[in-house]
């Protein structure tokens, strides 16, 4: 079964720093992996989509990476500022199931 | 739709009472999906449909839980028998077709006394 792990769980960085999130799975043989943000009592929003052929992702201060033969994935923020406090959630798509990670808490002090 | 729906918000039910949730998908959005998210736990794939069609149930917790999709639009998830276990927000999602970006619900919270 597909394992999907986070790394921090929590992370507190003051405004205007950037940051490196961790997402690995256990099993390379995955479709795509997407990063998702949720804030409280909201659902989820898609960030970035990697497809197992793709190497990265860019949207605006985001960037995703992905290194399917290790099983890793980054989430990088640039810049980053007070809204984007919220958790980040990775998931992989195996196919016919879906696995998401527990997710890293991110607090941006301004 | 302008996103997806998901009714009730909020739904309170007495232990053993079945209950059913429903999905509306963005139109045109061929594959639809549903997660649980139960307090303090993180996100459980339950089922996803590719129009009608579900290839895969084995992320069903029991044979308590079904789903449902008709007209390769509105979905509905239903519990059988609830179990105070079954508490937990339920989440629908889309995407234009399988392996695209996934486009969230806002959930139903379901209670079960």
């Known amino acids: 079964k597909q394992e999907v792990t986070q790394i921090p769980a929590a992370l507190s960085v003051p405004e205007g720093e950037n940051l490196v999130l961790n997402c690995s799975f256990t099993?390379?043989?995955?479709?795509?992996l997407q990063w998702f943000r949720q804030d409280p009592g909201k659902g989820l929003t898609s960030l970035l989509l990697?497809?197992?052929?793709?190497r990265e992702q860019t949207s605006g201060r985001l960037n995703a990476s992905l290194d399917k033969s290790s099983g890793r994935s980054t989430l990088y923020i640039a810049a980053s500022q007070p809204g984007d406090s919220a958790t980040y959630l990775c998931?992989?798509?195996?196919?016919?199931?879906?696995?998401f990670g527990t997710g890293t808490s991110l607090t941006v002090i301004p | 739709g302008a996103g997806v729906s998901q009714s009730p918000s909020n739904k309170v039910t007495e232990k053993g009472k079945d209950v059913e949730l429903r999905c509306d998908p963005i139109?045109?959005?061929?594959?639809l999906y549903w997660y649980r998210q139960s307090l303090g736990q993180g996100l459980e794939f339950l089922i996803y449909?590719?129009?009608?069609?579900?290839?895969?149930k084995s992320g069903l917790p029991s044979d308590r839980f079904s789903a449902e999709r008709t007209g390769g639009s509105v979905s509905t998830l239903t519990i059988q028998r609830t179990q105070q276990e079954d508490s937990a927000v339920y989440l629908c999602?889309?995407?234009?077709?399988?392996?695209?970006?996934?486009?969230f619900g806002p959930g139903t919270r379901l209670t079960v006394l």
């Open positions: 990697i497809q197992s052929s793709q």
């Open positions: 139109s045109g959005h061929t594959a």
């Open positions: 099993d390379s043989a995955i479709y795509n």
């Open positions: 449909f590719q129009g009608n069609s579900a290839p895969d």
């Open positions: 998931a992989v798509d195996t196919g016919n199931q879906f696995y």
């Open positions: 999602a889309s995407s234009s077709t399988q392996g695209q970006r996934q486009f």
